[in-house]
């Protein structure tokens, strides 16, 4: 089984739909029961990867291998790769400093350099416990006044943390490709990445997403439907989550395609990296587009 860590940086708002709910959302994005944190689900993943497959560059003929047969396939088995679940990492806040800051958390980082390890992919982070309303940084411009952070409309108490300053660079260097057209935002990730306190951090995590308005259309008069006004919630673009991809060996009978381990990863891996790929609903309008980055 060979394992490797995939990052997602969103360029666009990403819509992976959690299905209606009773709120005000309308349509809402997938969120993690425990942790109330925006995720992509594996399945979601997989689909799309498979659904653009030869547009990145794949193989037809690898597809079934790779990801299973169609149902009503005489050749049923399972697929070689499979996907784990995207976990948030980190997520644009507005700041009334540099526009925006990559906000994050104790735990979402720790979970993070769990996932990195089990993918043979070790860090040495040395997390920072940040109490309730208090900020952990590596940049003073992002700060409003000597010890002042203004997020949104809340303030946090601020400490420059050379700890957080090691992880926002490894962190950089590990979720962007390493290509001239990222160098900003990959110099922004290892400078303006903050760290506050778990329950703060779920605060932004449940309202720092894009709510969107829609009108139905009535298409015999062209004019809004009654009713037809519904609220649908998107990951923000500069949104970075981190996922777990396995390989194995190819199953069933594919003439001379028994593929290992290491070839199916080579494969997905040549795919995927520092590629976009399209998640979620709404690709008509431009919503789902993610830089995918397999480090290592």
């Known amino acids: 089984m060979e394992k490797a860590p995939l990052f997602l940086y969103a360029v666009s708002p990403v819509h992976a739909g959690g299905g209606q709910a009773t709120g005000l959302?309308?349509?809402?994005?997938?969120?993690?029961?425990?942790?109330?944190?925006?995720?992509?689900?594996?399945?979601?993943?997989?689909?799309?990867?498979?659904?653009?497959?030869?547009?990145?560059?794949?193989?037809?003929?690898?597809?079934?291998?790779?990801?299973?047969?169609?149902?009503?396939?005489?050749?049923?088995?399972?697929?070689?790769?499979?996907?784990?679940?995207?976990?948030?990492?980190?997520?644009?806040?507005?700041?009334?400093?540099?526009?925006y800051v990559y906000a994050t958390c104790p735990q979402a980082l720790a979970r993070a350099q769990r996932l990195l390890a089990l993918c043979h992919q070790r860090v040495n982070w040395s997390i920072p416990e940040v109490p309730e309303g208090h900020a952990h940084l590596v940049n003073p411009a992002c700060l409003s006044t000597d010890?002042?952070?203004?997020?949104?409309?809340?303030?946090?108490?601020?400490?420059?943390?050379?700890?957080?300053?090691?992880?926002?660079?490894?962190?950089?260097?590990?979720?962007?490709?390493?290509?001239?057209?990222?160098?900003?935002?990959?110099?922004?990730?290892?400078?303006?990445?903050?760290?506050?306190?778990?329950?703060?951090?779920?605060?932004?995590?449940?309202?720092?997403?894009?709510?969107?308005?829609?009108?139905?259309?009535?298409?015999?008069?062209?004019?809004a439907s009654d009713g037809g006004l519904f609220y649908t919630e998107n990951l923000p673009p500069e949104s970075l989550l981190i996922a777990p991809v396995m390989a194995g060996a190819t199953r069933g009978s594919h003439g001379d395609l028994p593929l290992d381990a290491g070839f199916v990863m080579a494969k997905v891996r040549a795919v995927l990296h520092s590629d976009l790929l399209q998640v979620g609903g709404d690709a008509t309008t431009g919503r789902g587009l993610l830089i995918c980055h397999m480090p290592g």
């Open 147 to 223: 010890q002042a952070l203004h997020l949104e409309a809340h303030e946090f108490r601020a400490k420059m943390s050379p700890e957080v300053h090691a992880i926002a660079e490894q962190l950089a260097a590990l979720a962007l490709p390493a290509d001239p057209i990222h160098d900003y935002f990959r110099n922004k990730l290892s400078q303006d990445l903050v760290v506050l306190n778990d329950h703060d951090f779920s605060h932004f995590a449940e309202h720092a997403m894009v709510i969107e308005p829609h009108v139905r259309i009535d298409p015999k008069t062209g004019t």
């Open 25 to 99: 959302i309308d349509n809402p994005i997938q969120r993690e029961c425990h942790t109330g944190h925006p995720c992509i689900a594996g399945s979601g993943l997989k689909g799309a990867v498979r659904h653009g497959f030869e547009q990145l560059g794949g193989k037809r003929e690898h597809i079934d291998p790779l990801f299973g047969p169609e149902s009503g396939s005489s050749n049923l088995h399972a697929g070689a790769l499979s996907f784990g679940d995207a976990q948030t990492v980190a997520l644009p806040v507005r700041s009334l400093k540099g526009g």
